[in-house]
């Protein structure tokens, strides 16, 4: 079984900075695609940045610049850091990754969520 565990959400000032953290733990062979999306209330999910096993990003345009997604494999952990934050980045925000447990068994996961609140 594998699980994702999101942390570093809370209550920020609009131009201040968080750094998720998303870790991935249980029986993984490989880790290919991690991503951070969002939700606002009232709204849908929405995908905000990922980044595949070779290192490529991509983030969505209301984050650009902003936003910054890498990933430590030997970790099993990705992170978004958030900068200049703004009111309209409040949102839960989860991570998802998929991968495989076995040579040919592939897994697709979601994490519970974290909280990031802008506000003054």
């Known amino acids: 079984q594998v699980r994702l565990v999101e942390s570093g959400g809370g209550l920020v000032e609009p131009g201040g900075s968080l750094r998720l953290s998303c870790v991935a733990s249980?029986?993984?062979?490989?880790?290919?695609?991690m991503a951070w999306h969002r939700q606002a209330p009232g709204k849908a999910r929405e995908l905000v940045a990922f980044?595949?096993?070779?290192?490529?990003?991509k983030h969505v345009d209301s984050v650009k610049g902003r936003f910054t997604i890498s990933r430590d494999d030997a970790k099993n952990t990705t992170y978004l850091q958030m900068d200049n934050l703004k009111p309209e980045d409040t949102a839960v925000y989860y991570c998802?990754?998929?991968?495989?447990?076995?040579?040919?068994?592939?897994?697709?996961?979601w994490g519970q969520g974290t909280q990031v609140t802008v506000s003054s």
């Open positions: 998802n990754a998929d991968g495989k447990v076995a040579v040919d068994k592939r897994f697709a996961i």
């Open positions: 249980g029986s993984i062979f490989s880790i290919e695609g």
């Open positions: 980044i595949t096993s070779r290192g490529f990003t």
